[in-house]
T-cell receptor, first 115, second 113 residues
Framework: KQEVTQIPAALSVPEGENLVLNCSFT??????LQWFRQDPGKGLTSLLL?????REQTSGRLNASLDKSSGRSTLYIAASQPGDSATYLC??????????????FGRGTQLTVWP | EAQVTQNPRYLITVTGKKLTVTCSQN?????MSWYRQDPGLGLRQIYY???????DKGDVPEGYKVSRKEKRNFPLILESPSPNQTSLYFC????????????FGPGTRLLVL
């Protein structure tokens, strides 16, 4: 069974810092990997989707990389702002036939950016 | 506006009283899924549907039922709720089951007494 781990569980940084969130997964046979953002009491918002054939995706100040062979992904946030404060979740979709519709989530990194 | 809606948003019920949480999307998405989120356990998939009349179990299907009679709706049914089903529930959908990102509903907070 796929296990997804996110480190650190919580992170508190001053505004303006560049930061890296980590996600690792145990089975490298994945179809794609997604990064989501969750604000307190709210649903999830998709940030970036990386297909297994891709190495990275960028959206504004966010950059996500994927190293499928080592089972790792990183989410890089440049010039962090207080509005970036949220929980960041990564999720992987396995490629094996019987589990194609599944999505496995990490437990998230709770980010606080203070002014 | 493209969205996934869930009803109710908050529900308090008692053990054994059947309930249904509705999920509807207006984006003509093929894929829909239900998750529960619990402190310390994260998000876990309950059931998913690759298309109409096609449903399959996720990680934690026990105690839940689903149906997909039409593309836009994917209700979650708790036939006999128990306190361990107290949780925050999310419905999600995507256009193409595997390739596209998922859009999440706002969540349903359920308390079973």
């Amino acid at each position: 069974k796929q296990e997804v781990t996110q480190i650190p569980a919580a992170l508190s940084v001053p505004e303006g810092e560049n930061l890296v969130l980590n996600c690792s997964f145990t089975d490298s046979a994945i179809y794609n990997l997604q990064w989501f953002r969750q604000d307190p009491g709210k649903g999830l918002t998709s940030l970036l989707l990386i297909q297994s054939s891709q190495r990275e995706q960028t959206s504004g100040r966010l950059n996500a990389s994927l190293d499928k062979s080592s089972g790792r992904s990183t989410l890089y946030i440049a010039a962090s702002q207080p509005g970036d404060s949220a929980t960041y979740l990564c999720a992987v979709r396995p490629v094996r036939g019987s589990t194609l519709g599944r999505l496995y989530f990490g437990r998230g990194t709770q980010l606080t950016v203070w002014p | 506006e493209a969205q996934v809606t869930q009803n109710p948003r908050y529900l308090i019920t008692v053990t054994g009283k059947k309930l249904t949480v509705t999920c509807s999307q207006n984006m003509n998405h093929e894929y829909m899924s239900w998750y529960r989120q619990d402190p310390g356990l994260g998000l876990r998939q309950i059931y998913y549907s690759m298309n109409v009349e096609v449903t399959d179990k996720g990680d934690v299907p026990e105690g839940y039922k689903v149906s997909r009679k039409e593309k836009r709706n994917f209700p979650l049914i708790l036939e006999s709720p128990s306190p361990n089903q107290t949780s925050l529930y999310f419905c999600a959908s995507s256009l193409i089951p595997l390739q596209e990102t998922q859009y999440f509903g706002p969540g349903t907070r359920l308390l079973v007494l």
